[in-house]
């Protein structure tokens, strides 16, 4: 199975720590670990799950043996990462933060009256990254019309990370 | 308990560290919590920093006090108590 894993820029995992493998003209070494949701194993995503774990760069991984499915995640017994995304770049994060910025600015004044303390928190937060603005501009759609605004919100970003990155979803 | 299915404020992350740390939690709040710390800046410096910590807490061990400097210390303690 083709999933996806974004990793530190020195290749190693955000909560982990652990010093992948990388990919160099051919595929990473396998990684082996019993598979226990957020406990233990080789934890990736599946596109419509990106926007939650955006971070600095971004591999294509191969999951093998034992798969669990959780909300926002998957964990393997075995994987190794096939290629590093060269997409997902500097330039593309920018972009994409900046879709978020605009969007997050387009919901807030999309009702009367406007939610200004929540824009008011959009262009600050830009510098922390496409991570943080993807969520504030789900929380302003959540403010404005509940929970299933927020997932249709995240399913938007990740549709937007698909099409941009050119993944099937 | 989150206040909402889908995500966690910076309060909650507080309250629910040492559970995280533990392993405690369970699956869709370890999720909630690990999403927040990826967008969060101050709340994974706040987990780092807990880690930290209980890491060094770990590398204490006991010290044997000598009774000559054991017994006037709890004097101290003792008197400072009562004053």
Redesign the interface.
């Known amino acids: 199975m083709i999933a996806y894993k974004f990793l530190r820029p020195d290749g190693t995992s955000a909560f982990t720590g652990f010093r992948w493998n990388l990919p160099e003209g051919e595929p990473g070494g396998w990684v082996d670990a019993p598979p226990d949701l957020c406990r233990s194993g080789v934890h990736a995503c599946r596109v419509s799950d990106m926007p939650f774990w955006v971070g600095p760069t971004l591999y294509e991984v191969e999951l093998a043996g034992e798969i669990v499915e959780g909300r926002s995640k998957l964990v393997a017994s075995r994987a190794r990462l096939l290629r590093r995304i060269e997409a997902w770049d500097e330039g593309l994060r920018d972009v994409y933060t900046r879709m978020c910025a605009d969007r997050a600015h387009e919901l807030a004044f999309s009702v009367a009256p406007p939610l200004e303390s929540w824009d008011a928190v959009i262009e600050p937060s830009f510098p922390e990254g496409p991570a943080l603005l993807g969520f504030v501009a789900a929380r302003i759609a959540e403010e404005i019309s509940g929970a299933e605004a927020y997932r249709a919100e995240r399913a938007s970003q990740a549709g937007w990370l698909a099409e941009r990155l050119g993944l099937e979803t | 308990m989150a206040s909402?299915?889908?995500?966690i404020t910076c309060q909650e992350l507080v309250e629910q560290v040492t559970e995280y740390l533990d392993?405690a939690?369970s699956?869709?709040e370890?999720?909630l919590l690990?999403?927040h710390?990826?967008?969060?800046?101050g709340c994974d410096w706040y987990l780092d920093e807990m880690r930290r910590t209980i890491a060094t807490g770990n590398r204490l061990r006991e010290v044997h006090v000598p009774d000559k400097v054991l017994q006037p210390l709890l004097t101290a303690f003792r008197e400072r108590r009562q004053s």
């Open positions: 909402s299915p889908d995500h392993g939690l699956v869709e370890t999720e690990e999403q710390v990826n967008f969060c800046e």
